[in-house]
């Protein structure tokens, strides 16, 4: 847990931490005139977005329990687990308060004459409570409006302080893969109430958080409020979350979990980027593992004892307004821990063990038990493995080459033939055997990898990862035609159905999805399963008013040749396609002379 | 066995560094409404039995409710007070389920299979829920539908019940679970509170054999409740005679174990026994009213609450460096085992803690062993297109695979002896386990496997079989066949049945490339041949004649049947197969027409394009 500073390890200057922190308080006096307010920090280049909070209950959440909504992948079209495709979810009183922004405010323009400025401005966006929620959905809509197309701009910050979670699971893990997350900093204060709200299905609290909100509104601590209850089901309810979280990540065998998950009612909210916990005197605790952050957001709040509970209820509410004071502190000591995984999982495990470090004094400032440590070890334990099993996936990455050289080295001797998929479909030689023990082989090992991806076992940089997108597709164009082929070939489409829609593997599927997503593609990269749509219309043999369709498959066959992506061979002749475009009369008289001639 | 195969692996083992997640799930179980409620609804009936018995001045054997809550239904099932401890003292034996058949009381036989035969279970609990048979049977047609299988209450059901109710509420649970169709996803959940161990090993086995089973029961057991630890041991005298491993006593399903410093949740039977008898050292031990334990587990379970988000003081040493070791002595630590951590006991204290670690040990590799079974299928894929190659390379050579593996010639015959004994060491061992597995449970084996089973069956019997001929002089094939080739066609039979009508255009298609479904058809034409033998043969007998005709006419009728039915691969017509050396043998003996018309006019040309 070394000190350095905090400068050098989130990578913003302390002017811009403080400025933002001031902005974003200044900024809930424009509540209700203002959605937004920028502002240049002065002899700088930052440009800070700030967005006001606000304390009226459907602002905080709308619907029934936790009121989370799918995002728009228009909008967000990276908030998605890719492979698996599964849509994020957000906060949906949070999203419409953003899109409304968007929407309705001069904020799209600002920004965009910002980004165009000639002197490099970086664009800041913070916010505090509630404003914190909406700086997030405006950085990442930054990101993907301005960074994703040109890697090359100066990405944008975002400085939240006491904000509530946003998204779910698949938020925090898209923005890790898309390395995204590190632009995001959230301050959070040792018992600030507001971010562990989130883990409370706030629709079965609506009159006390009515309380609560009014008393954050007045701003004055003389304000009655009795916060006891309160603070004691926002708490409950977050250990729900932490234990069910916590029983995942010490991989849980336990099918007991399952039932009582199921009679619980769990919050789909999860952490994101990195947390920059303040423990209350002067120091600062920097941690980015989402798992971790999750624990500490209930062990940092949990009580001594039942006498200290008044007490704390109460600061759980005052915390939450005293940001600027205590982070103008904290910025001036530079008392600074960074819990990374390799700290975590190697936590000790008592206070006393080593009191004198420095940074061991920061676990004990955050009032951290030994359970609470043997979850966050558990945690960095967790992410290691993850690693771990990434380097053993990519060993194998040595022999998909070699399977995939294999495969390419029969695909070319095939050409001589009636093409590489009609020559597997009939297999009649040796050759056509061996590409069939290949394609197994290589089978295996990606099901292995979606087997891993569906159990969540790969860092959630690994769908991002450039090497294996470009390996899938390779894989792919070469070897689903011959999947394909042997889905035919045993007729399956008379008993199962369309390869597309019942046969067709998911290590196909997830694959295809890699490359539209790191392409940015509208349409679908549909190019290695082609001859399934050419089998199925084969299947409808002597129907003429197919030839429509048999003439686009065909154009979009010759576009994908023209873009490289697929091999003449499909119109050799005898092939299925050849086949197809002679009974719809749709063949080129000049196609086969000039193939043929390209390659005898 | 588990246990030599963990410790050969142990070093491995112990490089893993792993946590114990059993005080995360009790927060998650103690902090559920689940519990508290299912005690509410216990004191109410507890409370409605107690006036009624007062007006009545009779008791009530058992008493329950249906409660249908806005969230849950809840049934709660309670005793009179006076009968648990008569039920606890008459009955603290077990009874075998051989008994309980003898006695015409079968009902949960379902719990018997191949691999586990037989159970004991407590006999207060099963005379209890004997005698009241009638009100149980009664209360099962409410919750279930017996149409589609399912349960027939739309909110999540709970079933629950203190000291001996509970024990009777497991057992209802039981049968409501195999009421149930395996398809629902809806299983109820009993939560149990104070109720004594119920049943052997055979008992836990049967449970845990079925894999969604275990999960549906959570005891709770508090340290200063005697009874959940009262059978633990034999304490009874008349066991102490002998105490075999049937009559020892078992848990089953997860336990919730809490004193008033903490609690922790735990499934490992053996785990559960070791900290029962750690609870046990704490718990006075003396016989205390049902009313008063269902008040204290009330008490219990509201501080425990109470102090969830409390932090916990602990003793933890600083020498305790070892997640697992330091999650398993804060577990010890909150179910109030403080006897066992004074100085005096210290060496017990290390021994109970390294016996708990290596059982979470164990299970940690058990469960990353069997992570993925489908990389195997994988495996047994590559090896069958190895198969299928050579079964090509056969026909080319005009004599079929069954034939040329039966001449054992060249190489390549050779090394397919290497894949068929992968492949049969394979499919025994997944034939087996699946086999010792109850009845309903997934139907055996899922659809893709029987699929892949059936494939293997077909493609590998056969060179059984040729291994089997080429040993001049060995006869009746069928009577000797291999125990999983048997188990494989009857579950494929069960799968398939449907009244086979005339057979597709598909497969006429595919008959070509399709292998002969009967997998024992070369065991047939082997006894065909050898009874042509027999019928040309001068030397044999007027009877030997007779009977060799009788097989033969019966396997001219089987082989038509099986053409008409496109059921054969057509390269049983290949010139060198031992389908044509009997034909060969045989034709001009042939008495069924279809037959001969069949092969004189080589229709097997047409046969194989799929259009005869």
């Known amino acids: 847990m070394a000190s350095v500073s905090l400068r050098e390890n989130l990578g913003i200057r302390e002017e811009v931490i403080k400025k933002a922190c001031s902005v974003s308080m200044k900024t809930h006096k424009s509540a209700g005139k203002q959605l937004y307010v920028a502002e240049k920090i002065r002899n700088s280049h930052e440009l800070v977005f700030s967005f006001p909070g606000s304390w009226s209950l459907s602002d905080w959440f709308i619907g029934s329990s936790f009121g989370e909504v799918n995002v728009d992948l228009e909008l967000f079209p990276s908030l998605k687990y890719i492979g698996l495709n599964q849509i994020a979810t957000v906060n949906g009183a949070f999203l419409n308060r953003f899109n409304a922004i968007l929407d309705n405010t001069q904020f799209k323009k600002e920004v965009g004459t910002a980004v165009t400025d000639r002197k490099q401005v970086q664009v800041v966006f913070t916010g505090h409570s509630l404003g914190g929620p909406i700086a997030i959905l405006a950085a990442i809509w930054f990101l993907e409006e301005y960074i994703r197309p040109d890697p090359k701009k100066m990405a944008p910050l975002c400085v939240t302080f006491g904000s509530p979670l946003v998204g779910d699971r698949i938020m925090s893990h898209a923005l890790r893969r898309e390395n995204w997350s590190r632009y995001f900093v959230n301050f959070v204060m040792r018992y600030d109430i507001v971010p562990r709200m989130s883990l409370t299905p706030l629709s079965s609290v609506e009159q006390q958080l009515r309380q609560v909100l009014n008393f954050f509104k007045a701003r004055s601590q003389e304000n009655v409020v009795e916060p006891s209850d309160f603070f004691v089901t926002v708490m409950r309810n977050a250990l729900s979350v932490v234990s069910h979280a916590a029983c995942k990540i010490m991989g849980n065998t336990n099918l007991l979990l399952e039932t009582l998950s199921n009679f619980v009612e769990l919050s789909p909210y999860r952490p994101l980027g990195t947390y920059v916990f303040c423990t209350g005197n002067e120091k600062l605790v920097v941690i980015r593992n989402p798992d971790a952050v999750l624990q500490l957001l209930f062990y940092t709040s949990q009580l001594s004892s039942e006498g200290d509970l008044p007490a704390v209820a109460r600061r759980s509410l005052i915390d939450h307004l005293s940001y600027k004071d205590e982070l103008e502190e904290c910025l001036k000591m530079q008392s600074v821990t960074f819990l990374d995984d390799h700290h975590l999982e190697a936590l000790p495990l008592s206070d006393d063990a080593s009191a004198t470090a420095e940074s061991n004094m920061a676990l004990k400032d955050l009032g951290l038990s030994a359970r609470a440590r043997l979850c966050l070890r558990a945690a960095g334990q967790l992410e290691k493995q993850k690693k771990s099993n990434q380097q053993a996936i990519d060993k194998k990455m040595e022999d998909i080459k070699n399977g995939l050289g294999k495969l390419q080295g029969y695909k070319d001797k095939c050409k001589h033939k009636v093409g590489y998929y009609d020559a597997f479909k009939i297999s009649e030689d040796k050759e056509d055997f061996e590409a069939n023990v290949n394609r197994l082989q290589l089978a295996g090992i990606w099901d292995e990898i979606i087997e891993m991806l569906k159990r969540n076992e790969l860092p959630d940089e690994f769908e991002g990862r450039k090497a294996w997108i470009d390996i899938g597709t390779q894989y792919r164009r070469i070897v689903e035609p011959l999947d394909i082929a042997n889905y035919y070939r045993h007729l399956k489409n008379e008993d199962t159905g369309p390869y597309m829609e019942r046969g067709r593997p998911k290590r196909y599927k997830c694959t295809q999805r890699w490359r539209e997503h790191a392409e940015r593609m509208s349409n679908e990269s549909l190019e290695s399963c082609f001859w399934a749509e050419a089998e199925e219309l084969c299947n409808k043999s002597g129907n003429p008013s197919i030839r429509d369709r048999v003439l686009q498959l065909k154009r979009r066959v010759e576009e994908w040749i023209r873009n490289g992506v697929l091999d003449e061979d499909v119109f050799l002749n005898g092939s299925t396609f050849e086949k197809l475009l002679t009974e719809h009369s749709l063949k080129n008289s000049d196609q086969n002379v000039v193939f043929q001639g390209s390659w005898s | ?612």
């Open chain 2, 1 to 612: 066995m588990l246990y030599c195969q963990a410790f050969g692996q142990s070093s491995r083992m112990n490089q893993l560094p792993i946590f114990t997640s059993g005080f995360e799930l009790a927060n998650l179980a103690v902090n559920s409404n689940l519990l508290h409620l299912s005690l509410s609804a216990i004191a109410a009936l507890q409370d409605e039995v107690n006036r009624f018995q007062q007006q009545q001045q009779q008791s009530l054997p058992l008493g329950c409710r249906v409660d249908r809550q806005s969230k849950y239904t809840i049934v709660a099932l309670v005793t009179s007070p006076s009968c648990t401890i008569h039920h606890l003292q008459q009955g603290g034996d077990l009874v075998s389920s051989a008994d309980l058949k003898q006695k015409n009381f079968p009902l949960f036989e379902f719990l018997c299979s191949k691999g586990n035969p037989c159970f004991s279970i407590l006999t207060a609990a099963i005379t209890l829920f004997y005698n009241c048979f009638t009100d149980l049977s009664c209360l099962r047609t409410q919750l279930v539908d017996p149409v589609t299988g399912n349960l027939s209450v739309d909110t999540p059901l709970i079933i629950t019940g203190n000291s001996l109710g509970g024990s009777v509420a497991s057992l209802f649970t039981l049968w409501l679970l195999d009421s149930i169709s395996p398809r629902s996803n809806k299983r109820p959940f009993c939560i149990t509170f104070g109720s004594p161990l119920i049943g052997n090993l055979g008992l836990q086995r049967a449970i845990s054999e079925r894999s969604t089973w275990n999960s549906c029961f959570l005891h709770v057991a508090a340290n200063q409740d005697p009874v959940p630890s009262l059978f633990l041991r034999p304490h009874i005298p008349q066991f102490l005679a002998s105490t075999p491993q049937t009559i020892l006593y078992r848990p089953f399903g997860a336990f919730l174990l809490c004193s008033e410093l903490g609690c922790t949740c735990v499934e490992d039977p053996e785990v559960v026994v070791r900290f029962l008898e750690s609870m046990a050292l704490e718990s006075t031990g003396s016989q205390i009213s049902d009313e008063y334990l269902l008040r204290y587990y009330a008490e219990i379970l509201e501080t425990l609450k109470a102090r969830l988000i409390l932090k916990r003081s602990s003793l933890l040493g600083l020498s305790v460096t070892d997640s697992l070791e330091a999650g398993i002595i804060l577990q010890l630590e909150a179910i109030g085992a403080k006897r066992i951590q004074q100085p005096q006991h210290n060496k017990d204290f290390t021994n109970l803690v390294s016996k708990l670690k290596e059982r979470e040990q164990i299970r940690m590799f058990n469960k990353r062993k069997a992570l993925n079974p489908s990389r195997k299928l994988n495996e047994i894929k590559i090896k069958m297109a190895y198969l299928e190659w050579y079964k090509k390379r056969c026909k080319a050579k005009e004599i079929g695979y069954y034939d040329s593996y039966k001449n054992h010639l060249s190489e390549s015959d050779r090394d397919v002896t290497k894949y068929k004994k992968f492949l049969t060491n394979y499919w025994k061992d997944l034939v087996e386990e699946a086999e010792k597995k109850p009845q309903k449970e997934g139907k055996f084996i899922q659809l893709t496997w029987l699929f892949a089973g059936t494939n293997y069956r077909r493609m590998v019997e056969p060179l059984e079989i040729a291994e089997y001929y080429r040993t001049h002089g060995n006869r009746n094939y069928e009577a000797l066949r291999s125990e999983h080739y048997r188990l494989l066609e009857k579950w494929q039979k069960e799968d398939a049945d449907r009244p086979t009508g005339p057979p597709s255009n598909k497969k006429k298609k595919e008959v070509a490339g399709a292998l002969t479904e009967d997998s024992c058809f070369w065991a047939k034409v082997e006894e065909a041949i050898i009874s042509c033998e027999l019928l040309m043969a001068p030397t044999s007998s007027a009877l030997e004649k007779q009977s060799s005709r009788e097989c033969l006419i019966d396997f001219e009728k089987y082989v038509m049947e099986q053409i008409k039915n496109y059921a054969v691969s057509p390269e049983i017509f290949l010139r060198e197969s031992s389908f044509m050396k009997w034909w060969g043998m045989y034709q001009n003996t042939a008495s069924n027409r279809s037959l001969i018309d069949f092969m004189r006019n080589s229709r097997n040309v047409q046969y194989e394009k799929g259009c005869f």
